[in-house]
């Protein structure tokens, strides 16, 4: 990409949006185009086609999207899938009325069968049965990556999907009724070392087991995927190919923070998918690889997160 093209980044407040233009300033990117929600409604297909057809810019990062834990999703499924449908197919299909020639699409690892061989290849997508808490997101995020094939197939577009697994950092969402599993267990624990707890509750058993991806890393390998002008198609997964249980993220959490107290699992509570782990050898093969530790990653989210609560 030249330094100087416009590239607007749908969702720049978000965690993910806000770390690709981090990514992108440091690296020299100068014409960074971004318009809020009070400015632009991204649910407002007749705005998005103004809005692109007017600024034309040479690449889009899409980032947008409604997002949450597995209870805002399996509460909120209509939703889920019915904005999350709007939001890509109205900035899908206006970047290609406007002659846009590179979008990339950010989907979530979710997008994979529950019961999937691990770790997960791109290619096991649509070969078995969703989980079912959060299957309408789902939906929405694999009717994204067709959106992009289809363009890509009938006019010659080069649209890519990002598949990152879970991921956190600055900007999360901590609010306990809606965010995933790592912010909340930060928040969870943050608030009960405050207020010197001898005990901390966690949802589900402990046993599930998850990757964890800081989302400075993601940031980076977006910005290679759309910066390497011979990939011009395909879906990609983003992770760092290494899982662990609940259990240890919460005790890695703990040890950081300082908590000393005993987590007690209620296990009458939901555990989700059993195990996701993403196989990375198709991003890995072009030269990207993740960099940052979960150790490493949950300390830079804790230092953001005392300071926002600082702020406040």
């Not at 806000?18 to 300033?25: E, F, G, K, P, Y």
């Not at 980032?63 to 949450?68: Q, R, S, T």
């Not at 879906?235 to 107290?261: C, Q, Y």
């Not at 209620?266 to 530790?293: C, E, F, N, Q, Y």
Request: charged content about 20%.
């Amino acid at each position: 990409m030249d330094r100087s093209a416009k590239i607007y980044i749908a969702g720049h407040r978000g965690m993910v949006g806000s770390a690709i233009a981090r990514n992108l300033l440091a690296k020299g990117y100068s014409n960074i185009l971004t318009r809020t929600h009070k400015d632009l409604d991204l649910l407002d297909q007749a705005a998005v086609q103004a809005f692109i057809q007017d600024q034309k810019p040479d690449y889009i990062f899409l980032a947008a999207a409604k997002v949450g834990g597995i209870q805002a999703n399996n509460i909120q499924r209509a939703d889920f899938i019915y904005q999350n449908l709007m939001i890509e197919g109205n900035l899908i299909h206006a970047a290609h009325l406007a002659g846009v020639e590179r979008l990339l699409f950010l989907g979530s690892s979710c997008i994979y069968p529950r019961d999937c061989m691990q770790p997960i290849k791109e290619e096991y997508l649509l070969t078995g049965p969703l989980e079912s808490t959060n299957e309408p997101y789902a939906i929405a995020k694999i009717a994204g990556i067709k959106l992009c094939e289809s363009y890509n197939r009938q006019y010659g577009r080069q649209y890519v999907s990002a598949m990152p697994t879970n991921l956190y950092g600055p900007n999360d969402n901590y609010d306990l009724d809606n965010s995933h599993v790592l912010p909340a267990l930060l928040r969870k624990a943050y608030e009960a070392q405050q207020r010197r707890e001898l005990s901390l509750e966690l949802w589900g058993s402990g046993a599930p087991m998850r990757e964890f991806l800081y989302v400075d890393d993601m940031a980076d390998a977006c910005v290679f995927l759309m910066e390497h002008a011979e990939i011009k198609d395909g879906l990609f997964n983003i992770g760092t190919g290494i899982d662990v249980t609940i259990r240890e993220l919460a005790e890695t959490i703990m040890r950081i923070i300082g908590f000393e107290g005993k987590i007690v699992f209620d296990a009458s509570k939901p555990d989700g998918t059993p195990r996701k782990l993403l196989d990375v050898s198709r991003l890995k093969a072009l030269g990207w690889s993740a960099t940052t530790t979960l150790e490493q990653g949950i300390a830079l989210t804790l230092s953001a997160y005392c300071a926002t609560q600082s702020a406040n």
